[in-house]
Protein backbone atom coordinates (compact mmCIF):
# COMPACT_ATOMS: atom_id res chain seq x y z
CA UNK A 1 0.00 0.00 0.00
CA UNK A 2 1.09 3.60 -0.75
CA UNK A 3 1.42 5.41 2.54
CA UNK A 4 1.06 9.17 2.63
CA UNK A 5 -1.16 9.91 0.24
CA UNK A 6 -4.27 12.40 0.48
CA UNK A 7 -7.53 11.48 -1.44
CA UNK A 8 -9.84 13.99 -2.81
CA UNK A 9 -13.35 13.97 -3.63
CA UNK A 10 -14.78 15.52 -6.89
CA UNK A 11 -14.72 19.11 -4.92
CA UNK A 12 -11.34 18.56 -4.00
CA UNK A 13 -12.09 17.73 -0.61
CA UNK A 14 -9.26 15.56 1.63
CA UNK A 15 -10.11 12.39 3.77
CA UNK A 16 -8.85 13.04 6.37
CA UNK A 17 -11.63 11.69 9.14
CA UNK A 18 -13.55 8.28 9.75
CA UNK A 19 -16.24 7.83 12.23
CA UNK A 20 -16.66 3.85 12.85
CA UNK A 21 -20.10 2.60 14.26
CA UNK A 22 -19.60 -0.22 16.25
CA UNK A 23 -23.23 -0.96 17.17
CA UNK A 24 -26.50 0.03 16.11
CA UNK A 25 -27.67 -0.34 19.62
CA UNK A 26 -28.31 2.44 22.37
CA UNK A 27 -29.70 2.32 26.03
CA UNK A 28 -30.84 5.49 25.29
CA UNK A 29 -34.10 6.73 23.24
CA UNK A 30 -33.36 10.03 22.06
CA UNK A 31 -36.20 12.20 20.67
CA UNK A 32 -34.13 12.95 17.95
CA UNK A 33 -32.06 10.42 16.95
CA UNK A 34 -34.10 6.96 18.14
CA UNK A 35 -37.65 7.46 19.23
CA UNK A 36 -39.19 5.06 21.79
CA UNK A 37 -42.06 4.25 19.29
CA UNK A 38 -39.82 3.40 16.49
CA UNK A 39 -36.52 1.75 18.03
CA UNK A 40 -38.78 0.30 20.45
CA UNK A 41 -38.79 -3.50 22.27
CA UNK A 42 -39.57 -5.05 18.83
CA UNK A 43 -37.14 -3.52 16.34
CA UNK A 44 -34.76 -5.84 14.91
CA UNK A 45 -31.12 -4.86 15.46
CA UNK A 46 -28.32 -6.18 13.99
CA UNK A 47 -27.24 -9.76 15.17
CA UNK A 48 -23.69 -10.30 15.97
CA UNK A 49 -22.58 -12.29 12.90
CA UNK A 50 -23.08 -8.98 10.75
CA UNK A 51 -21.46 -6.68 12.47
CA UNK A 52 -18.05 -5.78 11.72
CA UNK A 53 -15.20 -8.10 13.82
CA UNK A 54 -12.54 -5.36 15.72
CA UNK A 55 -9.95 -7.33 13.33
CA UNK A 56 -12.40 -6.21 10.31
CA UNK A 57 -12.18 -3.03 11.79
CA UNK A 58 -8.62 -2.86 12.41
CA UNK A 59 -7.85 -3.75 8.75
CA UNK A 60 -10.19 -1.05 7.12
CA UNK A 61 -8.56 1.69 9.03
CA UNK A 62 -5.30 0.51 7.78
CA UNK A 63 -6.31 1.30 4.79
CA UNK A 64 -8.03 4.25 5.13
CA UNK A 65 -4.64 5.46 6.93
CA UNK A 66 -3.09 4.83 3.48
CA UNK A 67 -5.54 7.07 2.00
CA UNK A 68 -4.78 10.28 4.48
CA UNK A 69 -7.03 9.15 7.27
CA UNK A 70 -5.26 10.45 10.73
CA UNK A 71 -8.39 10.66 12.58
CA UNK A 72 -10.57 8.14 13.82
CA UNK A 73 -14.17 8.42 15.96
CA UNK A 74 -15.94 5.32 17.73
CA UNK A 75 -19.35 5.87 17.44
CA UNK A 76 -22.85 3.85 17.31
CA UNK A 77 -25.31 3.43 18.49
CA UNK A 78 -23.47 3.61 21.87
CA UNK A 79 -20.29 2.25 21.24
CA UNK A 80 -19.79 1.64 24.91
CA UNK A 81 -22.03 -1.61 24.66
CA UNK A 82 -19.83 -3.15 22.72
CA UNK A 83 -17.78 -5.91 24.79
CA UNK A 84 -13.84 -5.45 25.37
CA UNK A 85 -13.95 -1.90 23.41
CA UNK A 86 -11.00 -0.04 25.13
CA UNK A 87 -8.72 -2.83 25.38
CA UNK A 88 -9.19 -4.03 22.31
CA UNK A 89 -10.34 -1.53 19.62
CA UNK A 90 -9.03 1.60 20.65
CA UNK A 91 -5.43 0.15 21.76
CA UNK A 92 -5.56 -1.62 18.25
CA UNK A 93 -6.86 1.36 16.31
CA UNK A 94 -4.85 3.59 17.68
CA UNK A 95 -1.50 1.52 17.33
CA UNK A 96 -2.18 2.43 13.43
CA UNK A 97 0.49 3.83 11.39
CA UNK A 98 -0.75 7.54 10.06
CA UNK A 99 -3.36 7.35 12.77
CA UNK A 100 -2.97 10.75 14.97
CA UNK A 101 -6.02 10.91 17.07
CA UNK A 102 -8.71 8.47 18.57
CA UNK A 103 -12.14 9.94 19.71
CA UNK A 104 -15.02 8.29 21.08
CA UNK A 105 -18.52 9.99 21.18
CA UNK A 106 -20.70 8.41 23.99
CA UNK A 107 -23.79 9.28 26.02
CA UNK A 108 -21.68 8.48 29.18
CA UNK A 109 -24.07 6.28 30.82
CA UNK A 110 -21.02 3.57 30.75
CA UNK A 111 -18.21 6.07 30.47
CA UNK A 112 -17.69 5.91 34.51
CA UNK A 113 -17.03 2.75 34.60
CA UNK A 114 -14.74 2.06 31.58
CA UNK A 115 -13.07 5.90 31.51
CA UNK A 116 -9.99 4.58 32.73
CA UNK A 117 -9.45 1.58 30.73
CA UNK A 118 -10.26 4.05 27.77
CA UNK A 119 -7.12 6.41 28.65
CA UNK A 120 -4.77 3.57 29.50
CA UNK A 121 -5.86 2.18 26.10
CA UNK A 122 -4.93 4.90 23.98
CA UNK A 123 -8.29 7.10 23.67
CA UNK A 124 -7.24 10.92 23.01
CA UNK A 125 -10.72 12.42 23.14
CA UNK A 126 -14.62 11.73 24.69
CA UNK A 127 -17.44 13.56 23.17
CA UNK A 128 -20.70 13.20 24.98
CA UNK A 129 -24.18 13.93 24.30
CA UNK A 130 -25.50 15.86 26.67
CA UNK A 131 -28.75 17.95 26.14
CA UNK A 132 -30.19 19.17 29.20
CA UNK A 133 -29.11 19.79 32.44
CA UNK A 134 -32.71 19.63 34.00
CA UNK A 135 -33.29 16.26 35.44
CA UNK A 136 -37.24 16.07 33.91
CA UNK A 137 -36.18 17.68 30.51
CA UNK A 138 -32.92 15.28 30.39
CA UNK A 139 -35.26 12.39 31.07
CA UNK A 140 -38.28 13.33 28.28
CA UNK A 141 -35.31 13.75 25.99
CA UNK A 142 -33.45 10.36 26.29
CA UNK A 143 -36.44 8.85 26.89
CA UNK A 144 -36.66 8.07 30.46
CA UNK A 145 -33.72 5.69 30.04
CA UNK A 146 -30.92 6.88 32.56
CA UNK A 147 -30.10 9.16 35.39
CA UNK A 148 -28.38 12.80 34.96
CA UNK A 149 -26.19 11.73 37.59
CA UNK A 150 -24.71 8.86 35.47
CA UNK A 151 -23.85 11.39 32.69
CA UNK A 152 -22.26 14.21 34.70
CA UNK A 153 -20.53 11.48 37.08
CA UNK A 154 -19.56 10.07 33.65
CA UNK A 155 -17.50 13.31 32.36
CA UNK A 156 -16.06 13.83 35.93
CA UNK A 157 -14.13 10.34 35.41
CA UNK A 158 -13.52 10.87 31.60
CA UNK A 159 -11.72 14.14 32.84
CA UNK A 160 -10.00 12.62 35.95
CA UNK A 161 -8.76 9.56 33.75
CA UNK A 162 -7.26 12.47 31.64
CA UNK A 163 -9.50 12.62 28.19
CA UNK A 164 -10.22 15.46 26.99
CA UNK A 165 -13.87 15.94 26.84
CA UNK A 166 -16.39 17.66 25.15
CA UNK A 167 -19.70 18.05 25.55
CA UNK A 168 -22.49 17.77 22.36
CA UNK A 169 -26.50 19.10 23.03
CA UNK A 170 -29.04 19.03 20.44
CA UNK A 171 -31.13 22.28 20.64
CA UNK A 172 -35.14 21.71 19.63
CA UNK A 173 -37.22 24.67 19.78
CA UNK A 174 -40.26 24.37 22.13
CA UNK A 175 -37.93 21.23 23.63
CA UNK A 176 -34.95 21.95 25.31
CA UNK A 177 -33.79 25.85 24.38
CA UNK A 178 -33.98 27.12 27.97
CA UNK A 179 -31.03 24.76 28.56
CA UNK A 180 -28.56 26.98 26.68
CA UNK A 181 -27.64 29.20 29.28
CA UNK A 182 -27.63 26.63 32.04
CA UNK A 183 -25.55 24.30 30.25
CA UNK A 184 -23.24 27.11 29.08
CA UNK A 185 -22.80 28.40 32.78
CA UNK A 186 -22.02 24.62 34.13
CA UNK A 187 -19.19 23.90 31.17
CA UNK A 188 -17.64 27.43 31.58
CA UNK A 189 -17.11 26.83 35.14
CA UNK A 190 -16.39 23.17 34.95
CA UNK A 191 -14.00 23.04 31.80
CA UNK A 192 -15.66 20.69 28.93
CA UNK A 193 -15.77 22.65 25.89
CA UNK A 194 -19.89 23.05 25.50
CA UNK A 195 -20.80 22.53 21.51
CA UNK A 196 -24.57 23.46 20.74
CA UNK A 197 -25.55 21.83 17.44
CA UNK A 198 -28.83 22.70 15.48
CA UNK A 199 -31.75 20.18 15.24
CA UNK A 200 -30.33 17.91 11.82
CA UNK A 201 -32.92 16.24 9.51
CA UNK A 202 -30.77 13.03 9.99
CA UNK A 203 -32.39 9.43 9.11
CA UNK A 204 -36.10 9.41 8.60
CA UNK A 205 -37.37 8.84 12.51
CA UNK A 206 -37.09 11.90 14.01
CA UNK A 207 -40.07 13.94 12.09
CA UNK A 208 -37.46 16.65 12.09
CA UNK A 209 -38.99 20.24 10.83
CA UNK A 210 -37.73 23.37 9.96
CA UNK A 211 -39.43 25.20 13.14
CA UNK A 212 -37.71 23.37 15.42
CA UNK A 213 -34.65 24.58 14.69
CA UNK A 214 -32.52 27.03 16.83
CA UNK A 215 -30.62 29.17 14.39
CA UNK A 216 -26.52 29.63 15.45
CA UNK A 217 -27.25 33.33 15.68
CA UNK A 218 -30.00 33.24 18.20
CA UNK A 219 -28.26 30.83 20.33
CA UNK A 220 -25.19 32.90 20.34
CA UNK A 221 -27.59 35.65 21.33
CA UNK A 222 -28.73 34.48 24.14
CA UNK A 223 -25.70 33.78 25.64
CA UNK A 224 -24.42 36.99 24.75
CA UNK A 225 -26.36 39.00 26.47
CA UNK A 226 -25.38 37.23 29.34
CA UNK A 227 -21.85 36.26 28.69
CA UNK A 228 -19.82 38.05 26.09
CA UNK A 229 -17.69 35.89 23.43
CA UNK A 230 -15.12 36.59 21.04
CA UNK A 231 -14.70 34.79 17.92
CA UNK A 232 -11.29 32.13 17.55
CA UNK A 233 -10.43 30.78 14.69
CA UNK A 234 -10.64 27.33 13.86
CA UNK A 235 -8.16 24.51 14.99
CA UNK A 236 -8.01 22.75 11.65
CA UNK A 237 -9.25 22.58 8.58
CA UNK A 238 -12.65 20.57 8.17
CA UNK A 239 -13.64 21.54 12.08
CA UNK A 240 -17.19 21.94 11.86
CA UNK A 241 -17.75 23.66 15.10
CA UNK A 242 -17.52 28.00 15.05
CA UNK A 243 -15.40 28.31 17.99
CA UNK A 244 -15.98 31.55 20.62
CA UNK A 245 -14.02 32.15 23.80
CA UNK A 246 -15.80 33.61 26.66
CA UNK A 247 -14.38 36.78 27.15
CA UNK A 248 -12.10 37.51 29.56
CA UNK A 249 -11.02 33.88 29.95
CA UNK A 250 -9.48 30.94 28.27
CA UNK A 251 -13.16 29.15 28.14
CA UNK A 252 -14.67 28.12 25.14
CA UNK A 253 -17.71 27.28 23.58
CA UNK A 254 -18.52 25.91 19.89
CA UNK A 255 -21.72 25.76 17.51
CA UNK A 256 -22.41 23.09 14.91
CA UNK A 257 -24.56 25.03 12.61
CA UNK A 258 -25.57 22.28 9.76
CA UNK A 259 -28.76 23.93 9.03
CA UNK A 260 -27.86 27.93 9.23
CA UNK A 261 -24.46 27.94 8.32
CA UNK A 262 -23.07 24.98 6.37
CA UNK A 263 -19.88 23.44 6.11
CA UNK A 264 -19.75 21.27 3.20
CA UNK A 265 -17.84 23.00 1.27
CA UNK A 266 -14.66 21.47 3.76
CA UNK A 267 -16.31 18.29 4.86
CA UNK A 268 -13.18 15.54 5.30
CA UNK A 269 -15.23 12.94 7.10
CA UNK A 270 -16.10 9.51 5.72
CA UNK A 271 -18.40 7.05 7.71
CA UNK A 272 -17.66 3.00 8.37
CA UNK A 273 -21.34 1.66 9.55
CA UNK A 274 -21.89 -1.08 12.31
CA UNK A 275 -22.11 -4.04 9.06
CA UNK A 276 -19.16 -2.40 7.08
CA UNK A 277 -20.87 0.01 4.48
CA UNK A 278 -18.90 2.74 3.59
CA UNK A 279 -21.07 6.42 3.88
CA UNK A 280 -19.78 9.44 2.15
CA UNK A 281 -22.11 11.76 3.87
CA UNK A 282 -24.38 12.01 7.16
CA UNK A 283 -27.30 12.18 5.01
CA UNK A 284 -26.94 9.51 2.69
CA UNK A 285 -29.30 7.32 1.05
CA UNK A 286 -27.03 4.45 0.15
CA UNK A 287 -23.58 2.90 0.93
CA UNK A 288 -21.35 0.82 -0.45
CA UNK A 289 -20.24 -2.92 1.21
CA UNK A 290 -17.19 -3.67 2.22
CA UNK A 291 -18.29 -6.28 4.39
CA UNK A 292 -18.86 -8.89 1.62
CA UNK A 293 -15.48 -8.34 -0.40
CA UNK A 294 -13.34 -8.52 3.58
CA UNK A 295 -15.11 -11.77 4.20
CA UNK A 296 -14.81 -13.09 0.87
CA UNK A 297 -11.60 -12.74 0.14
CA UNK A 298 -10.60 -9.54 -1.15
CA UNK A 299 -7.01 -8.76 -1.36
CA UNK A 300 -5.97 -5.36 0.47
CA UNK A 301 -5.44 -3.66 -2.98
CA UNK A 302 -9.03 -4.68 -4.01
CA UNK A 303 -10.38 -3.42 -0.72
CA UNK A 304 -7.99 0.17 -1.54
CA UNK A 305 -9.09 0.49 -4.90
CA UNK A 306 -12.68 0.18 -4.09
CA UNK A 307 -12.40 2.34 -1.12
CA UNK A 308 -10.53 5.24 -2.89
CA UNK A 309 -12.79 4.62 -6.20
CA UNK A 310 -15.60 5.61 -3.46
CA UNK A 311 -14.37 8.90 -2.40
CA UNK A 312 -13.06 10.35 -5.35
CA UNK A 313 -16.46 10.03 -7.31
CA UNK A 314 -18.27 11.69 -3.84
CA UNK A 315 -20.00 14.89 -4.70
CA UNK A 316 -22.04 15.24 -1.25
CA UNK A 317 -23.27 18.37 -0.14
CA UNK A 318 -26.50 17.87 1.34
CA UNK A 319 -26.39 20.87 3.58
CA UNK A 320 -25.41 23.52 1.24
CA UNK A 321 -28.32 21.95 -1.18
CA UNK A 322 -31.17 21.95 1.45
CA UNK A 323 -30.66 26.15 1.41
CA UNK A 324 -32.36 25.90 -2.07
CA UNK A 325 -35.63 23.85 -1.23
CA UNK A 326 -37.40 25.79 1.42
CA UNK A 327 -40.21 24.07 3.05
CA UNK A 328 -39.89 20.99 0.22
CA UNK A 329 -37.64 18.99 1.28
CA UNK A 330 -36.94 15.63 -0.97
CA UNK A 331 -38.35 12.60 0.73
CA UNK A 332 -35.48 10.43 0.27
CA UNK A 333 -34.73 7.72 2.55
CA UNK A 334 -31.69 8.37 4.48
CA UNK A 335 -29.73 6.02 6.43
CA UNK A 336 -30.33 6.61 10.47
CA UNK A 337 -27.98 8.26 12.64
CA UNK A 338 -27.61 5.07 15.24
CA UNK A 339 -26.60 3.78 12.57
CA UNK A 340 -23.60 5.44 11.12
CA UNK A 341 -22.90 7.71 14.39
CA UNK A 342 -23.59 11.35 14.56
Request: net charge positive; with cysteine; aromatic share 8%.
Amino acid sequence: MNKGITWTDVLDRPLRDLRISVTDRCNFRCRYCMPAEVFGPDYSFLPREELLTFEEILRLVRLFAAGGVEKVRITGGEPLLRRNLPRRLVEMVKGVEGIKDVALTTNASLLAGQAKLLKEAGLDRVNVSLDALDPQVFARMNGHRSDLSRVLTGIEAAEAAGLRVKVNMVVQKGVNEDQILPMARYFREKGPILRLIEFMDVGNSNNWDLKQVVPKWEMLEMIREEMPLEKMKPNYYGEVADRYRYRGSDREIGVIASVTDTFCSSCTRARLSADGRLFTCLFATEGTDLRGPLRGGAGDEELLNRIRAVWSRRRDRYSDERHTWTQDLPRKKKVEMSFIGG
